[in-house]
């Protein structure tokens, strides 16, 4: 009995490490952007897409199939609400927006200037890829770090800073700040 029981835990402790480096051999992957959750499909990354657009018939198709330039401001906004696990009303507040406004720009009622979309990025604390996009689904220019306030905007969202923080370092700087 006792050799049944001893050969039972080493397998268990067997089955434990090859699961061990399944988790790692995932954890690899996923760093290096090529293992992708089976659950929610990832944005394809932008080399696939040109990949595929060179190899299409027409752009056309491309276009058609891929749902190009089709995305809102108040679609990525849930969209990215979604895949943060925030709430809105919270968003709203941290953003310092008027919460009639703020709502109108997540349902798609009313447009957002530049500033707007930036508070919404640093509420929800986005990475820069992600303002990026959301100014871009908004209609306003991406962050440029040849710009010296949009460099001081890009410092801030790779460092993590709040809002309130960003704000402190344009006006310690003398730039307009965004609220």
Same mark, same amino acid.
């Given at each position: 009995? $006792? ?21 790692q !051999?995932?954890? +690899?992957?996923r ?5 992708? +959750? ?10 696939? $897409?040109?990949?595929? $657009? ?30 943060? /696990? ?15 406004? /703020? ?28 303002? &990026? +996009?959301?100014?871009?689904? /908004?209609?306003?220019?991406?962050? !440029?770090?040849?710009?010296?306030? &949009?460099a ?5 969202? &790779? ?11 344009? !006006? ?8």
């Amino acid at each position: 009995m $006792l050799g049944g029981r001893n050969s039972n835990r080493s397998k268990h402790k067997l089955d434990l490490s090859l699961s061990g480096s399944r988790i790692q !051999y995932i954890l +690899r992957k996923r760093k290096h952007g090529i293992y992708r +959750r089976k659950k929610r499909m990832e944005e394809p990354l932008t080399e696939e $897409l040109l990949d595929e $657009l060179l190899a299409s018939p027409s752009p056309t198709s491309f276009i058609a199939k891929n749902e190009v330039g089709k995305r809102s401001l108040a679609e990525y906004l849930q969209e990215l609400l979604e895949k943060k /696990g925030l709430k809105r009303s919270e968003v709203v507040k941290a953003a310092g927006l008027n919460e009639t406004f /703020g709502y109108q720009i997540f349902t798609g009622q009313r447009k957002a200037k530049r500033d707007k979309i930036l508070q919404l990025a640093l509420a929800m604390h986005l990475s820069l890829k992600e303002t &990026d +996009r959301l100014l871009q689904a /908004g209609g306003a220019n991406e962050l !440029y770090c040849k710009n010296r306030r &949009d460099a001081i905007i890009i410092f801030s969202i &790779d460092k993590g800073y709040s809002l309130q923080k960003t704000d402190e370092e344009l !006006y310690r700087f003398g730039e307009d700040t965004i609220c």
